[in-house]
Nanobody, 127 residues
Framework: QVQLVESGGGLVQPGGSLQLSCEVS????????VGWFRQAPGKEREGVSC???????FYEDSVKGRFSISRDNAKNTVYLQMSGLNAADTGLYYC?????????????????????RGRGTQVTVTS
């Protein structure tokens, strides 16, 4: 059974940093792409970043230069390092997995295509 558990969210001031973790069990992470999504109240869900099984990485335009995604296949964990946070980054962040390469440098597939997701970790950016 595939399980994903996110952690690392919290309350942070504008300009601050957080590192989110997505720990995956029940599969071999190196065979999967992992996407990070976020949803804020009253806003549509959006894909933030993705690390593909073939090492391609995608970032949504608003987070380029501020967020960095990485993976440790040995630990079955994907990280999202976030810096320069602002109020627009507030939301529930969750990760999802899909077998195979599903990210390109310019796009990531919608959440509906993924095979499993976690419950999320809340990020709140406020002064």
């Amino acid at each position: 059974q595939v399980q994903l558990v996110e952690s690392g969210g919290g309350l942070v001031q504008p300009g601050g940093s957080l590192q989110l973790s997505c720990e995956v069990s029940g599969l071999r992470l190196e065979d999967y792409s992992v996407g990070w999504f976020r949803q804020a109240p009253g806003k549509e869900r959006e894909g933030v970043s993705c690390t593909s099984s073939n090492a391609v990485i995608f970032y949504e335009d608003s987070v380029k230069g501020r967020f960095s995604i990485s993976r440790d296949n040995a630990k079955n964990t994907v990280y999202l390092q976030m810096s320069g946070l602002n109020a627009a980054d507030t939301g529930l962040y969750y990760c999802a997995v899909k077998r195979g390469p599903v990210c390109t440098s310019t796009t990531m597939v919608p959440l509906l295509w993924y095979e499993g997701r976690g419950r999320g970790t809340q990020v709140t950016v406020t002064s």
